[in-house]
Nanobody, 115 residues
Framework: QVQLVESGGGLVQPGESLKLSCAAS????????MGWYRQAPGKERELVAR???????NYADSASGRSKISRDNAKATLSLQMNNLNADDTAVYYC?????????WGQGTQVTVAS
């Protein structure tokens, strides 16, 4: 029913940029807060950035200043522009939607930053 499908991951070199996308369906997208989380091998899943239903963003310290989260309610999509990537950004990136007691996750997209 509810689907969050991430895309845009891949292999990039340090210092390069990448844009991730999350296509949402099966929900009233504009009513949900959205977020990007990531999980590196052997580590806990952590917040990268979130954005409220009203479009107000919030960033983790690791992403602040070099990342931008945005949403397009008309297209029901969530994006994450990541610049100046480094090896620590290597992780599976997950899209999350939540509203009240509802919480949904995408399947994730792999981002690998390596030379």
């Amino acid at each position: 029913q509810v689907q969050l499908v991430e895309s845009g991951g891949g292999l990039v070199q340090p210092g390069e940029s990448l844009k991730l996308s999350c296509a949402a369906s099966g929900l009233i997208f504009r009513n949900y807060a959205m977020g990007w989380y990531r999980q590196a091998p052997g580590k806990e899943r952590e917040l990268v950035a979130r954005i409220t239903s009203g479009g107000s963003p919030n960033y983790a310290d690791s992403a602040s200043g070099r990342s931008k989260i945005s949403r397009d309610n008309a297209k029901a999509t969530l994006s994450l522009q990541m610049n100046n990537l480094n090896a620590d950004d290597t992780a599976v990136y997950y899209c999350k939607a939540w509203r009240g007691n509802f919480e949904f996750w995408g399947q994730g997209t792999q981002v690998t930053v390596a030379s």
